[in-house]
């Protein structure tokens, strides 16, 4: 069984596996770095293989969850025409995975993420987030949200139609209380849940990421755009559901396992966020404008070891000729969302001690 065979393994991994401990882990890790010291040092390890033009070998490492997993990304490449047993040069700074190596690094993030303990707000906590969009006018906000849909409020704050602009501050906190929304909800089939509904209901979905794809599409209920293929929808209903600011373990790993089902998604290692921070992405790339109008690369970026979420970066098709404006190229309109900070507090207008990530 070679390197790849191995990894491949990765993709049965599941929440019900038991996890060994460290002591049970030690053994292995010995093993594996024994294996690796032998075939840098150009000595056999098992049965000589038959030369190879070319090699690519993805080192691996025993997770604490006790998972072969992807480290880091890191590829490491023999040159070309190098024989077996020659030592590996380490390739390092901004990497775009293979499609093996990323569908691993994936699983990596889905058995991380999976095991993390979570404890559902109170209905009258507030769900904090702070978030910065990147443009033109590039600005950065702060939002809370009560957990069960009944209050809202906003730094800078927003007018409402009902306020005198004159004094209007936006400096001040504007916190806005309104119906029960549940109630609204359940009586009047109000689309918009409160993030109390909208979590729970992401708690129910089934691990499979195929099943939890098909009932994403059925109940989230972006809307049907004629002309899009299921991983284009697939695609747009994962990046909307992101911007849930807490999204059980259950779903956040079936997230992770269906982006690495989609047809020429890839891991992007080595590289930062908008905002300067370590991360990975998950990107796509449309040579063709889509029907939801997007074209060439779209990506999610994600902390390197916690695998929360950091923002995503868009791109849109540019208008047709002759629709009015100027002429622009693929790549020309892009949106840039960042969450700098979140977590959950116990009034609007408090922030957590320690925000994530």
Do not use: C
């Not at 065979?5 to 060994?20: C, H, Q, V, Y």
């Not at 010291?37 to 150009?42: F, K, V």
């Not at 600005?139 to 409020?153: H, L, M, P, V, Y």
């Not at 902390?303 to 047709?320: I, K, M, R, V």
Request: no cysteine; aromatic share 6%; hydrophobic share 35%.
């Amino acid at each position: 069984m070679n390197d790849v065979d191995e990894l491949s393994g990765l993709r049965a991994l599941r929440s019900d596996a038991p996890r060994p401990d460290s002591d049970r882990l030690a053994p292995q890790r010995a093993l594996l770095d024994g294996e690796f010291r032998q075939e840098a040092a150009g000595r056999p390890r098992g049965p000589v293989r038959a030369p190879r033009s070319r090699r690519r070998i993805v080192l691996v490492a025993v997770a604490a969850a006790g998972a072969l997993a992807v480290t880091g990304g890191l590829v490491v490449t023999l040159p070309e025409d190098s024989a077996p047993g020659a030592a590996p040069q380490r390739v390092s700074g901004r990497q775009v995975l293979s499609a093996r190596a990323s569908a691993d690094t994936l699983e990596l993030a889905a058995a991380t993420v999976e095991k993390t303990g979570v404890t559902e707000p109170g209905p009258k906590q507030w769900v904090y987030v702070k978030a910065t969009s990147i443009g033109d006018d590039g600005t950065t906000g702060e939002q809370w949200t009560r957990w069960d849909g009944t209050g809202e409020a906003r730094l800078p704050g927003i007018p409402r139609g009902t306020e005198d602009l004159e004094d209007f501050d936006p400096n001040r906190l504007q916190v806005w209380y309104g119906p029960n929304q549940e109630e609204k909800w359940k009586k009047e089939g109000y689309d918009d849940r409160s993030q109390r509904q909208f979590y729970r209901f992401l708690a129910t979905l089934p691990s499979d990421p195929g099943r939890m794809m098909k009932a994403i599409r059925k109940e989230h209920a972006i809307g049907d755009l004629e002309g899009e293929t299921t991983a284009q929808r697939d695609w747009r209903e994962i990046d909307v559901l992101y911007r849930s600011v807490l999204i059980p373990p259950n779903a956040q790993a079936g997230l992770f396992r269906a982006l690495a089902r989609i047809p020429g998604a890839r891991v992007e290692t080595g590289i930062k966020d908008p905002i300067g921070r370590p991360a990975i992405g998950v990107m796509v790339n449309y040579a063709e404008p889509t029907p939801s109008g997007h074209q060439g690369k779209q990506e999610l970026y994600f902390d390197p070891e916690t695998y929360a979420y950091l923002g995503e970066e868009s791109n849109a098709a540019p208008p047709p000729a002759g629709a009015g404006g100027p002429s622009m190229a693929p790549g020309a309109l892009v949106d840039i969302e960042v969450r700098n900070a979140w977590g959950v507090v116990d009034k609007p207008g408090e922030r957590p001690k320690t925000t994530a990530p």
